[in-house]
């Protein structure tokens, strides 16, 4: 009990000397924030998606489920790659040909700022 008690704060010191490592100064824009100035290299953004991605239920949750009624539970997964194809050719694209940084900036440039606003 106490191992893992102990794991868990060293986790979270772990995290948040790190966040606090990384942040920036408080005149960063959006675009340093979130696109790193557009300067990261493609595999750093293709292993910052899958992270992304890949979430708790995936490691216990689809694991339980694939246990108990079988492969029918991988597609979940196998239906996501539709998604993922759909964001990297079409939304991705858009994203860069309009130099947006998030997607309320897209919206608001497309539908207008209240729809935005909305969305936000």
Not at 23 to 42: I, V
Not at 82 to 88: E, F, H, K, V
Not at 95 to 109: A, E, G, R
């Amino acid at each position: 009990m106490l191992l893992d008690l102990t794991i868990v704060l060293l986790y979270f010191g772990v995290v948040l000397f790190t966040a606090l490592r990384g942040k920036g100064s408080a005149e960063m824009t959006g675009e340093e924030y979130f696109l790193s100035s557009r300067n990261l290299k493609w595999y750093s953004i293709a292993i910052s998606t899958i992270a992304t991605n890949i979430q708790g239920y995936q490691f216990l949750g689809m694991m339980g489920s694939a246990y108990l009624i079988g492969l029918a539970q991988a597609n979940l997964e196998i239906n996501a790659v539709t998604g993922l194809w759909m964001a990297a050719f079409i939304f991705v694209p858009l994203y860069l040909k309009d130099k947006v940084v998030t997607i309320t900036q897209f919206i608001q440039s497309k539908l207008g700022k209240t729809t935005g606003l909305v969305y936000s």
